[in-house]
């Protein structure tokens, strides 16, 4: 199966080292996994423990659903070492399209210009240290009916939140107001094109309109209106540190 490929980006240097010891999830927890590419279904949703990067390192993840519905809470910790431009993992959400399907109810794919409300709602915790961030990432096809050979021509992704000098591949556009809050806008290509619009300043919360950062790609002519949003992720991407992301509700809903 393909993942996703790799990013770069520009890092303070600090080293951070992993602890070799793999926690189990909060008592609680429904369910959980620390496999590479271990997953658990949530309804509509299914968790994606998603090593992708994890050559480029040592170290280990694992992650937990602690509740089910069309609003789900879940979370992951990790403990990552090695090449400090370099993500090890998204562990992530994931609602729509991966490189194939695993749920239904998603109402995915669907195209730009339908006029739907793309709405999503994310309330979380970061606790730790390193360079990470939290954020949406976002696949887009020319097709309604990817599978797992069908790369994405699109990859739009929104940071929330960021940590030790992450930052985005490609370089700055501009920025942009969306949402009453100020982004900075990032392009870049790494067989697709990818669109990052990064918070000028943290959050450990969010009610955004995913067709709100859609359409301002498309009204720049970079995307066309009649490609198909095939997949709505939510999770981090880790790149050195010892640190946990706590989701305490997380809705995505095409409505």
Known sequence: MRWRSLLTAAFAA??????????????AAAANTCEPFGSITAGK??????????DSGSGWQCLWDNYQGSTIGWGTSWGWSGQQNQVKSFTSSVLGWHWGWKTTGHELPVRLNAGRDIYTDWR?????SGTMNVAYDLWLHDIPN??????PTDEVMIWLYRA????????????VTIAGTTWD?????IGWNVFSFVRRSNTSSATLHMQDFLGHLVSRGWVSNTKYLSSIEAGTEVFTGNGQLDTDAYTADIR
Do not use: E, I, K
Not at 169 to 174: H, M, N, P, V
């Open 164 to 175: 030790g000098g992450a930052g985005p591949l490609g370089t700055l556009q501009g920025t």
């Open 124 to 128: 979380y915790r970061v606790s730790g």
């Open 185 to 189: 806008l990032y392009r870049g290509n």
């Open 45 to 54: 949703y299914w968790l994606n423990n998603n090593l992708w990067g994890q």
């Open 146 to 151: 990817p599978d797992w050979q069908h790369n």
């Open 14 to 27: 600090v080293v951070f080292t992993a602890v070799p010891v793999v926690p189990p999830g909060p008592a």
